[in-house]
């Protein structure tokens, strides 16, 4: 444990109080606490009225978002989640996989700090709330904070708006501690051999080879890569690096984006168009993985396997074989250590 103690030069009748330790605040998207219509509802409001997230100025969207689509959306939406629910632990399969990363690299920065460090994770949206983490580190003695949004690739709309909550939740601290914000690791080179090594597992149980692997990133307006926002240029270049450590030719890979909202032009090529188009092409076995997704979750569980599959299939496709996110394998926690560690120095080392 780590106990309380009276600050150095302090009077005798100073309450005690716990500081000293560095906190790791590992922090990802969200996820609604349950399927039904109010749950849904609320995580899609929150999820929704983000401006990172939705640009549009508030008297334009927000009477779209309140009278229609959170009106429809949450029972759409929440049926695609009880699809891919975990119904034995009664949350969902993000929930799961980040409580089980976070207690690997719990025991990993215990083993090589003691009881120094502090490893926890919040969500943007929805519970664990982001302040409500951070106050309860400061509570058991972090005095540093080391904040980790689980995106390889950096967006406005997700590393963005993840630290925008972590520094509004510091503003209520009437003792802050010393904070760091670790950036994409969208090319480290534990991140990329993690990624090839999951490919190469999977490729090495397949008696007939894929015809082409599918990046499939999350999608974005275009308008944000022209307003300077770098997650195209870093997808783009996980999958170079990626190709270039499996050692393949540019024909074997391709990156391809998803999850398209709204009216206005996203990034392209899309998905669930393309890989109607790769089987209408004569590509008839393919494989999809989620580089920009540290954790399987209902865009890549429901999303991918389910409706972008069934766009392959009608087009003629035969096989479509889904890449699992790195969650919890060792080598993802392994490398997710090392950037903790890399970005502790000075503090820790």
């Avoid at 920065?109 to 400061?138: I, Q």
């Avoid at 997808?235 to 024909?251: A, H, M």
């Avoid at 394998?329 to 502790?344: F, M, V």
Wanted: charged content about 25%; aromatic content about 12%; some cysteine.
């Amino acid at each position: 444990m780590f106990d309380a103690i009276r600050p150095a030069h302090a009077p005798a009748d100073h309450p005690k109080v716990k500081m000293g330790r560095v906190g790791i605040l590992l922090a990802n998207l969200g996820t609604p606490d349950d399927y039904t219509y109010w749950p849904m509802r609320r995580y899609l409001n929150e999820f929704l009225s983000d401006r990172r997230v939705i640009d549009y100025p508030p008297w334009k969207w927000q009477p779209i978002l309140q009278g229609i689509i959170l009106t429809k959306r949450p029972f759409s939406s929440g049926e695609a989640y009880k699809s891919i629910w975990n119904h034995d632990k009664g949350e969902s399969p993000l929930m799961t996989i980040t409580k089980d990363q976070t207690a690997k690299l719990q025991k990993a920065m215990h083993e090589r700090y003691g009881d120094k460090v502090l490893v926890d994770f919040c969500m943007r949206y929805g519970n664990p709330a982001t302040k409500s983490k951070v106050r309860h580190m400061v509570a058991e003695g972090c005095d540093r904070i080391l904040f980790f949004p689980l995106y390889p690739q950096y967006a406005g709309a997700t590393t963005a708006t993840a630290n925008d909550q972590f520094f509004r939740a510091l503003m209520e601290e009437t003792w802050q501690p010393a904070s760091r914000t670790v950036p994409a690791y969208f090319s480290e080179p534990a991140y990329i051999d993690a990624l090839a090594g999951s490919v190469e597992r999977a490729y090495a149980l397949m008696e007939d080879k894929p015809d082409i692997l599918v990046c499939s990133y999350h999608g974005m307006p275009e308008r944000y890569l022209k307003q300077g926002d770098p997650y195209h240029c870093q997808c783009v270049k996980t999958s170079r690096l990626l190709k270039e450590r499996l050692g393949w030719n540019d024909d074997q890979i391709i990156s391809t984006f998803q999850s398209r909202f709204g009216p206005e032009e996203w990034l392209k090529p899309y998905t669930v168009d393309h890989v109607a188009d790769l089987a209408r092409q004569g590509k008839k076995n393919i494989a999809v993985i989620a580089p920009a997704f540290s954790a399987d979750c209902i865009e890549t569980l429901e999303e991918i396997n389910e409706e972008i599959k069934e766009s392959f299939e009608e087009a003629g496709g035969e096989s479509f074989t889904y890449i699992p996110c790195l969650n919890d394998d060792e080598s993802h926690i392994t490398a997710l250590g090392k950037i903790i560690q890399d970005n502790l120095l000075g503090w820790l080392e």
